[in-house]
């Protein structure tokens, strides 16, 4: 093999000992081939920017060094393992091209971006995956070419091993100081990843925006620190305890406990209040009729286009920010509980989606349904809206044939789910007018807005089913988040809705989906109030302070404290952002701030101290 030596040889005429030669040669040959899988990782990082976001990270200094560096040492590492040029690369980009592209994906299909905490939930990331249609373009293709170019290179001219043991558990140890070094002083310091925003091309307010602005590497491994929840700064237990004990616990009065229906619509929102759009149909009065015999509002939810959970969890406990829960939490449901209802729920998705079958229980539901072991359709498939509200019927149906406890049920839907089909209309008629939308646009609007033609009247059947019963009972109806449309959410463009978070109008058209709650005469004869009204827009985890206000009811502690945050500010927002006085702003004033505080402090503690009752 000596005639592979060439490359080398020619170095070692210039160098003074051939061993050192060697090594220069090895070392140069790692480090540019550590920068060049930098380089693709920062490409693919880049989402659908790609080239134009590319060039913006070398704008600043940092943003590449830190992009580039952990690869270098990774290269560096596998080779002092492996001893092996061309393996050490071929390890390196393998892992590193995987985790862009898995990155690339998940942000063009759900617009959220591959997280250090999505490694554990890897098989479910894949099932998810298999819903969309995922294509290799030329550039994913001209990548992984470039890699496997560069790897049969090095195994024919980058052959030279380390012949001592030694020096090579030193490379190891010294790699592994180094990046234990790097990683506290470099990539958890929010000074240094403030000095690398870059807003070229996208809003402060965006979350995946601010990952994106930033390669992929680097926010990859700023955001391990965020997976490990920190207690609020200046955190007490002992002090956040004697917060919520400053209020009192009340319960609900026998002669109130009326039933509640609370269904979560799957990407849900009302698309007629954007005058951009021509309806063919009126698809949405239906639901505007009701609208105006209900207390209705706005949510202004952290999420878009996936991410369902955060809506579901934040309303069914109050938290404005939680962790994957663990183990046995505080929640609403367990309040329901405490005061003798029944709480139960289904979903016509699968129990291990977002691990619900065990959150579920954990939030204290007596029972909850899922498509394994009840909504599973004849086809197989799972149960659209139509089957899915009669079922929510059935179930309470069944229930109080064999007791007056008082009903509590929470539903999720799954119809509306997107991906929505770009290259087929599945109805027979178009529900929007075509005003010279591209033909892929057409396809997913029409797929979408048949699904939610078919939403509205079976909410309104909820609505007038609840006039059929004697018992009291209130519905609650929300959207989770605005639908998927498309990669980059070209659908929205091509419709002409601003989704530019430079506005608060783009910021809204974001976040907002509606909320109403739907009460019979019963309900409003035992709770004394007609339940009709404009609410305010919320954050959800104000959601269940909106409908407990309007039965009349205290709540515990936690609620109430909830309810003193909300009058400060209706809005708490992933972004950072709250509204006071109708405005959004970044700040609350000194006295609110105070309070904001010892919220936090508190919800920190309510999250982490589950308080069993009998």
């Not at 040959?29 to 920062?42: A, D, E, P, Q, T």
């Not at 490990?228 to 400053?246: M, N, R, S, T, V």
């Not at 026998?254 to 951009?276: G, L, T």
């Not at 029409?446 to 519905?475: R, S, W």
């Amino acid at each position: 093999m000596k005639k592979y030596y060439f490359i080398e040889s020619a170095l070692v005429k210039h160098c003074g000992t051939k061993k050192l030669c060697h090594s220069a040669y090895t070392a140069m040959v790692l480090l540019c081939g550590g920068i060049i899988i930098g380089f693709l990782s920062m490409y693919f990082g880049a989402a659908d920017f790609l080239l134009e976001m590319f060039f913006t990270y070398f704008n600043n200094f940092y943003t590449p060094l830190l992009n580039i560096l952990p690869v270098v040492l990774l290269i560096f590492l596998l080779y002092f393992i492996t001893n092996r040029v061309w393996l050490s690369f071929s390890l390196t980009s393998v892992l590193l091209l995987s985790m862009s592209l898995v990155n690339y994906y998940k942000i063009l299909l759900r617009d959220d971006p591959f997280l250090p905490g999505d490694l554990a939930l890897f098989a479910e990331a894949n099932t998810i995956m298999e819903r969309y249609v995922v294509t290799l373009n030329w550039k994913i293709v001209t990548a992984v070419l470039i890699c496997l170019l560069i790897a049969i290179l090095l195994f024919f001219f980058a052959r030279q091993r380390s012949k001592s043991g030694k020096g090579r558990l030193i490379g190891i140890v010294a790699i592994l100081l180094l990046g234990a070094v790097a990683y506290p002083t470099l990539y958890t310091n929010e000074t240094l990843y403030k000095k690398t925003e870059n807003l070229a091309l996208i809003s402060q307010w965006s979350d995946t925006g601010q990952y994106i602005s930033r390669g992929f590497v680097y926010p990859f491994l700023y955001a391990i620190q965020s997976s490990f929840e920190k207690p609020p700064e200046g955190y007490d237990e002992k002090e956040a305890a004697e917060i919520l004990q400053g209020y009192d616990y009340d319960d609900i009065p026998d002669q109130e406990k009326v039933a509640v229906f609370a269904v979560m619509c799957e990407a849900f929102n009302d698309f007629s209040q954007f005058n951009s759009l021509t309806f063919a149909d009126p698809i949405y009065a239906p639901f505007h009729e009701l609208e105006a015999k209900s207390y209705r509002g706005h949510l202004i939810t952290n999420i878009f286009g996936g991410g369902t959970v955060d809506t579901e969890w934040c309303f069914l406990t109050g938290f404005s920010s939680y962790r994957l829960f663990r183990g046995n939490t505080n929640s609403y449901v367990r309040y329901f509980n405490e005061q003798g209802y029944y709480t139960e729920g289904g979903h016509p998705s699968y129990e291990w989606f977002y691990n619900r079958v065990n959150v579920n229980e954990y939030l204290g539901f007596a029972d909850y349904s899922f498509y394994e072991n009840r909504f599973e359709t004849e086809d197989g498939s799972m149960m659209g809206d139509d089957l899915f509200f009669a079922d929510m019927q059935k179930r309470y149906e069944a229930f109080r044939a064999d007791s007056a406890q008082p009903y509590f049920s929470f539903n999720v839907t799954y119809q509306n789910h997107g991906p929505y089909s770009e290259t087929e209309t599945f109805y027979d008629h178009d529900y929007i007018v075509n005003d010279a939308y591209s033909d892929k646009a057409m396809h997913v609007m029409n797929n979408y807005f048949a699904g939610i033609d078919n939403t509205v009247q079976n909410i309104c059947a909820m609505g007038d089913y609840l006039d059929t019963l004697d018992e009291p009972a209130v519905l609650i109806i929300f959207g989770d988040h605005n639908p998927w449309m498309g990669d980059a959410s070209y659908v929205y463009r091509e419709a002409g809705i601003d989704l530019d978070f430079s506005s608060d109008r783009g910021f809204y058209n974001y976040y907002e989906t509606p909320y109403l709650i739907y009460a019979n005469n019963a309900a409003k004869k035992a709770l004394d109030n007609d339940f009709v009204g404009q609410g305010e827009d919320i954050s959800p985890c104000f959601l269940m302070n909106e409908f407990f206000e309007q039965a009349g009811w205290s709540g515990n502690e936690f609620m109430k404290l909830s309810d003193g945050m909300k009058k400060v500010t209706p809005l708490l927002h992933t972004t950072g952002l709250f509204v006071q006085d109708g405005i959004l702003t970044d700040h609350l004033n000194e006295a609110d701030t105070a309070f904001y505080n010892d919220y936090q402090k508190a919800q920190y503690y309510w999250r982490k101290n589950f308080r069993e009752t009998p």
